[in-house]
Each structure stands twice: as structure tokens, then as C-alpha cells.
């Protein structure tokens, strides 16, 4: 199964364009920070991903701000003619400070 979670800040977004077919398309640059617990110690992560979003979602998503926490949702392909990673987003919900940074 491919299927991602990754709760991320929209670090860049390119304006809206459209495919060949018409629909609507718009590519993002996410940057995700967080603690894990691996081998019983805890990580600092940090990434910056690839993303893009097709359809109405690709309308919505290009309206987001940059900066704040979304949780996204969706699947991870190659990008073309690439070794590198793209995360197609299916869903997004904001995320709020609470839930980023617990008590």
C-alpha cells in the first residue's frame, strides 16, 4: 500500500497552471520538523518534499498559506525521468498549534 500522512508547512507554491487534459495543477515545496522515537532514542527529522496537487484540490491547496501546518495526505510516485520523490496530495486539513506541540 502507498499511502502517506506527513503533516508539513507549505515552504513554496507555483501558480495555479493546467495539464494538456485542461485540468487544473499546482506544485508545492513541503517542509516537515519533528521528534521520532527510533532504536529507544529520539530523532530530530527534518525534510523538505516535493508535492503537487491536480483538480479542485490543486485550486484549494494553491490558496493556502505558507508557513503554517497542514496534515496531507496521499501517495508517493517518482518524479519523471528521477530518482527524487513527488507526494501527491489528496486531502489536506489545517492542523492546529495543540496538536503540533502537545502539553
Same mark, same amino acid.
Given at each position: 500500500?502507498?499511502?502517506?500522512?506527513?503533516?508539513?508547512? +507549505?515552504?513554496?507554491?507555483?501558480?495555479?497552471?493546467?495539464?494538456?487534459? =485542461?485540468? &487544473?495543477?499546482?506544485? !508545492?515545496? !513541503?517542509?516537515?520538523?519533528?521528534?521520532?522515537?527510533?532504536? %529507544?532514542?529520539?530523532?530530530?527529522?527534518?525534510?523538505?518534499?516535493?508535492?503537487?496537487? !491536480? %483538480?479542485?484540490?490543486?485550486?484549494?491547496? %494553491?490558496?493556502?498559506? $505558507? =508557513?503554517? &501546518? /497542514?496534515? /496531507?495526505? %496521499?501517495?508517493?510516485?517518482?518524479?519523471? =525521468?528521477?530518482?527524487?520523490?513527488? /507526494?501527491? +496530495?489528496?486531502?489536506?486539513? &489545517?492542523?492546529?498549534?495543540?496538536? $503540533?506541540? &502537545?502539553?
Amino acid at each position: 500500500m502507498n499511502r502517506v500522512e506527513l503533516t508539513a508547512c +507549505i515552504a513554496e507554491a507555483s501558480p495555479l497552471r493546467y495539464t494538456p487534459a =485542461g485540468i &487544473p495543477a499546482a506544485n !508545492f515545496v !513541503f517542509e516537515h520538523e519533528s521528534e521520532m522515537a527510533e532504536a %529507544g532514542s529520539t530523532r530530530q527529522v527534518k525534510l523538505t518534499m516535493k508535492a503537487v496537487a !491536480f %483538480g479542485a484540490l490543486a485550486e484549494q491547496a %494553491g490558496q493556502l498559506p $505558507l =508557513g503554517r &501546518p /497542514f496534515r /496531507f495526505t %496521499g501517495f508517493l510516485v517518482n518524479a519523471r =525521468g528521477s530518482k527524487s520523490v513527488v /507526494f501527491h +496530495i489528496q486531502a489536506f486539513q &489545517p492542523v492546529s498549534e495543540q496538536v $503540533l506541540n &502537545p502539553i
